[in-house]
């Protein structure tokens, strides 16, 4: 990743998703992922409240986030700006460090 990359939580607990009796046709799926964001650089946060990390973005800072929580936080809170992002937009504004001009 181009830039400080959080991530989502994940569909299933990573650590103990077979001791949970998850499928592993859930499971491994969901693993594979999380671990590919983490090849890219991504940091270890696997939460939807990214604007609770140190890296929490300031007044003014754009960020490509998609969990409606953390919109919402980043907007009226933070001061940031950013909208409700599609799936797959944030880790393609995380490749290429830029994310779109949003809010006032």
């Not at 991530?7 to 001791?19: E, G, I, P, Y």
Request: charged share 15%; hydrophobic share 45%.
């Amino acid at each position: 990743v181009a830039v400080p990359t959080t991530l989502n939580s994940n569909s299933v607990d990573r650590r103990r998703w077979r001791a949970m009796g998850v499928p592993a046709s859930l499971g491994e799926p969901s693993e594979a992922l999380g671990q590919a964001y983490l090849d890219l650089g991504a940091s270890l946060s696997f939460t939807c409240s990214p604007y609770l990390l140190p890296s929490a973005p300031g007044l003014g800072e754009h960020v490509a986030w998609g969990e409606s929580n953390a919109v919402v936080f980043a907007n009226s809170v933070l001061g940031a700006r950013t909208l409700k992002y599609a799936d797959y937009l944030d880790i393609c504004a995380a490749l290429v460090g830029r994310a779109p001009a949003a809010g006032a």
